[in-house]
């Protein structure tokens, strides 16, 4: 057993990796923490096998769960490292809330931490590799948690909403300018090299091998979050996409919100209109279907406008997300970071 894990074996508890037969009572307290973290928890049990299934996550060398005495499932932790280059491994981690403060969050993020240093024989000795996590910055026990293992706080972002019970103006298309749905599965590959380019300067991004990372790319947008090519819009210059956004019906944690993944646009289109005008047309795409409000994920210093743009368009911050790291080897940063 790992060390990490001994004074909750002593305690009582159990710990095993994860499995799919565990997801009917996994996600009742995921959901349960959810709801204490965001103030809404709508996992559901399809959606988080098809994630598990589709992304490739090994549970058995990646995940662990903490089981109570009475058979309880009270704790999980996930780690993703299985990207190639694995200089920024994800960590995420849960407990109900009726069982924090027992040590349960930190020895889970301790094996994490521990265990992810694995990913040290697949980089150059050179290279930086930082570990990461997040959780809303008015959590005070996770920001507690974190700061208790070392880790650094380094951005916020915003989870920014706004409802669609309003009138929608109509959008305004950059001269030149055409809109279509994503063809499937035709438009996937220049639709992935469209998205790579228009965020190589988001923080956090990794360049990464097409031949790998396109195929993961497919499986996790089309086979485990279910986007529908149908609310994938395409805006074309010509042959060319000039920029891209996708939506979905329903937001993981809320079942009464729509939820724009993605919006991107390529370097030469932007300072034309482009993205609010495929807010604008999303926006009304999603009102057509009754969804009651969309929300989004942004960074809260985007170095492109895109909170300003946003604002513009009538969303508005509904919560602040804080970001941490923990430094385990200093080097050369593969990733963007400023």
């Known amino acids: 057993m790992n060390d990490s894990f001994k004074p909750l074996a002593e305690a009582g508890y159990q710990v095993r990796p994860a499995r799919f037969e565990d997801l009917p009572h996994l996600v009742p307290m995921f959901n349960a923490a959810e709801a204490e973290l965001t103030g809404a928890g709508d996992n559901t049990v399809e959606r988080y096998r098809e994630e598990w299934q589709q992304t490739g996550i090994n ?144 923080i956090g991004y990794v360049e990464r091998s097409f031949e790998e990372d396109f195929e993961r790319w497919k499986r996790y947008n089309f ?33 009464q919100m729509g939820w724009i993944p993605t919006l991107g646009v390529r370097q030469a289109y932007r300072r034309r209109g482009l993205g609010q005008a495929l807010l604008l047309h999303t926006f009304r795409a999603l009102q057509q279907r009754d969804v009651p409000r969309v929300g989004l994920s942004v960074d809260a210093r985007n170095k492109t406008g895109a909170t300003r743009l946003y604002q513009r368009v009538g969303m508005r911050v509904q919560q602040e997300v804080a970001h941490y790291e923990i430094e385990l080897r200093p080097g050369r940063d593969l990733a963007v970071m400023d």
């Open 59 to 202: 549970l058995t060398a990646s995940t662990r769960v903490v089981v109570a005495s009475d058979g309880a499932m009270v704790g999980c932790v996930e780690l993703w490292d299985h990207f190639n280059p694995p200089v920024r491994p994800w960590i995420w981690g849960r407990v109900h809330p009726e069982w924090q403060g027992r040590g349960i969050g930190s020895a889970l993020l301790a094996w994490a931490l521990t265990t992810t240093r694995r990913a040290l024989d697949r980089l150059p000795a050179d290279v930086r590799f930082a570990p990461h996590v997040a959780a809303p910055a008015a959590h005070r026990p996770s920001m507690d948690l974190f700061e208790g293992m070392g880790m650094n706080l380094y951005r916020y972002s915003w989870r920014m909403i706004t409802d669609l019970d309003r009138p929608i103006p109509a959008p305004e298309w950059p001269a030149g300018i055409v809109v279509r749905t994503l063809r499937y599965p035709e438009d996937l590959e220049a639709v992935y090299w469209a998205q790579d380019e228009a965020f190589r300067e988001h």
């Open 223 to 255: 086979d485990a979050a279910g986007l529908k090519p149908e609310l994938w819009f395409l805006a074309l210059d010509g042959e060319q996409i000039a920029g891209l956004i996708n939506s979905q019906e329903r937001y993981d944690l809320d079942s």
